[in-house]
């Protein structure tokens, strides 16, 4: 079965009597090229668990249980359990979990999975075509409970792709760029119209696989302080760094000044166009109280 023709997602509508929800995000991909790039880009293997986030009616899925050992998908509206279990039947290799993404503990679910049918599973592989709305605290769950995957391929919007991959200086680089790109390496995949959605989205999308460093991309005394550094530099982005890290930073101008001196950072630069090393050298020379 076809499942991202435009007639099967009528069809599943229909039979099913189920409505998709908007406030759910549930724009379903119709384009066979576009779920292809999706599965092919983190190179799945028949020793990989592959974790998928929203399959929707299993477009992704049944794609990825071809090439993968397992996969796990997570799909919160439990309205698609029941077309989940009838679209892939077929597969003895899918998990369909009624869960929310964000209230799920990835780390326990892995810990439970690092065994198919006898044979160890030698990495993760997180996909999906995200919901907009959730999808930066989805990406940031993931980095941040330090999931044990190798990649996240996912689809999202453009502008939030642009904003992730942005380099220094650019208009979109943001904190966010910066928080994702010291967790990650990222390979842009592809650009998707709005067009092969069913309903049709507002805007254009993006695939991203973001490759999880397995090393740090620079040395931190503290973590906790260089992504408070981020955060008050880019909550004040107009404002020079002398004056966006006090205060808010627990540390006084004359503390902050002598950080910038230290790590040879002109002190009337803004946040937009320092690097994650440059960010580094200052988190690394305040003392936060
Ligand atoms: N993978 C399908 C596709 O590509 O056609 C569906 C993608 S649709 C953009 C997003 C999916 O994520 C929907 O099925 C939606 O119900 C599900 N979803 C939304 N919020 C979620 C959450 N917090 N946890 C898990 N799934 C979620």
Redesign the pocket.
């Known amino acids: 079965m076809k499942l ?1 023709t435009p007639a099967t997602i009528r069809e599943i509508k229909d039979k099913h009597d189920f409505k998709l ?1 908007k406030s ?7 384009d066979k090229n576009i ?1 292809e790039k ?1 599965i092919q880009a983190p190179a799945i293997t028949k020793n990989d668990l592959v974790i ?10 049944s794609e990825a249980a071809e090439k993968a050992a397992k996969v796990i998908a ?4 439990r309205k ?1 359990i029941p077309i989940l279990e009838e679209t892939l039947k077929e597969y003895d290799n899918i998990e369909i979990l009624n ?6 503990d990835l780390n326990e679910l892995l810990e439970q999975n690092r065994e198919y049918k006898g044979q160890k599973i030698e990495s993760v592989k997180i996909i ?7 999808t930066t605290p ?1 990406i940031m769950k993931i980095l941040e409970d330090g999931v044990k995957a190798e990649s996240i391929t996912i ?1 999202m919007q453009k502008e939030v792709a642009d904003r992730l991959k942005a380099p220094p200086g650019s208009k979109t680089y943001g904190a966010i760029s910066v928080a994702v790109q010291y967790y990650c390496t990222i390979t842009h995949i592809a650009n998707v119209s709005k067009e092969v ?1 069913i309903p049709q989205p507002k805007v254009d999308s993006s695939v991203l696989r973001l490759d999880i460093r397995k090393e740090r991309p620079v040395f931190l005394k503290d973590e906790k302080v260089f992504f408070r550094c981020i955060k008050s530099g880019f909550g004040q982005r107009r404002k020079t760094l002398l004056n966006s890290l006090t205060g808010a930073m627990g540390a006084s101008k004359e503390e902050v000044g002598k950080a910038l001196e230290i790590a040879k950072i002109d002190s009337k630069r803004r946040a937009e166009t320092l690097s994650i090393e440059e960010f580094a050298n200052i988190a690394n020379e305040l003392q936060v109280k």
């Open positions: 991202y929800s759910l995000g549930q724009n379903f991909l119709t779920i999706i998928e986030i929203g399959p929707g009616i299993g477009v992704l899925t997570i799909e919160i509206d698609l869960k929310d993404i964000l209230k799920t999906g075509n995200l919901p907009y709305y959730i989805i689809m959605f």
